[in-house]
């Protein structure tokens, strides 16, 4: 019985000490310790400095992005001249995250939750920004490589019967 006694005495002992509600213990002139988030905070308080393409006007650049784009078969998901497939289209204006060079390199380095993974590991940056010029010239004069139209969905051209591609039709122009 008194081993009980004894026994239930000391743990209620304990249990007062161990739950008297104040905190940690602060050495004499220290402050306390004050709590700091760990990871990125959500909502940045200004919006980051646009970040330019090294190699945005760069012809030999973009041919080289074309290649690195089949070399690491971003095809497989974006098509073969990036129209889309299990991934999005490229040759849209905008983009879900952006359209900036920044921000592209941003999707293909961090990856996005959508299903892109994160490149930044594999892919060196300059090749990443090579990658961006070749999706930045998609849909224009500059683009290598542009897709071409199968002959058999050309349309002839009421003028003169001629087969052209859609979308380079001139306006009918009344005389």
């Given at each position: 019985?008194?081993?009980?006694?004894?026994?239930?005495?000391?743990?209620?002992?304990?249990?007062?000490?161990?739950?008297?509600?104040?905190?940690?213990?602060?050495?004499?002139?220290?402050?306390?310790?004050?709590?700091?988030?760990?990871?990125?905070?959500?909502?940045?308080?200004?919006?980051?400095?646009?970040?330019?393409?090294?190699?945005?006007?760069?012809?030999v650049?973009?041919?080289?992005?074309?290649?690195?784009?089949?070399?690491?078969?971003?095809?497989?998901?974006?098509?073969?001249?990036?129209?889309?497939?299990?991934?999005?289209?490229?040759?849209?204006?905008?983009?879900?995250?952006?359209?900036?060079?920044?921000?592209?390199f941003?999707?293909?380095?961090?990856?996005?939750?959508?299903?892109?993974?994160?490149?930044?590991?594999?892919?060196?940056?300059?090749?990443?920004?090579?990658?961006?010029a070749?999706?930045?010239?998609?849909?224009?004069?500059?683009?290598?490589?542009?897709?071409?139209?199968?002959?058999?969905?050309?349309?002839?051209?009421?003028?003169?019967?001629?087969?052209?591609?859609?979308?380079?039709?001139?306006?009918?122009?009344e005389?």
């Amino acid at each position: 019985m008194r081993v009980r006694f004894a026994l239930l005495f000391t743990g209620l002992i304990a249990c007062a000490l161990g739950c008297n509600g104040s905190g940690p213990a602060v050495a004499a002139g220290a402050s306390p310790a004050v709590p700091t988030n760990v990871g990125p905070v959500p909502g940045a308080s200004a919006p980051p400095a646009e970040i330019a393409n090294p190699y945005g006007n760069d012809p030999v650049a973009t041919m080289d992005g074309r290649r690195l784009f089949l070399w690491y078969n971003c095809y497989g998901c974006h098509g073969g001249h990036a129209g889309g497939g299990m991934g999005p289209s490229l040759r849209k204006k905008d983009f879900l995250f952006g359209h900036h060079d920044d921000q592209i390199f941003d999707s293909i380095a961090e990856g996005r939750s959508e299903g892109m993974p994160a490149w930044g590991t594999k892919i060196p940056s300059d090749q990443i920004w090579q990658l961006v010029a070749y999706i930045q010239s998609l849909r224009t004069p500059q683009e290598p490589d542009p897709p071409t139209e199968p002959a058999n969905e050309q349309v002839p051209n009421p003028e003169n019967n001629n087969r052209i591609a859609i979308g380079t039709q001139s306006a009918h122009q009344e005389k």
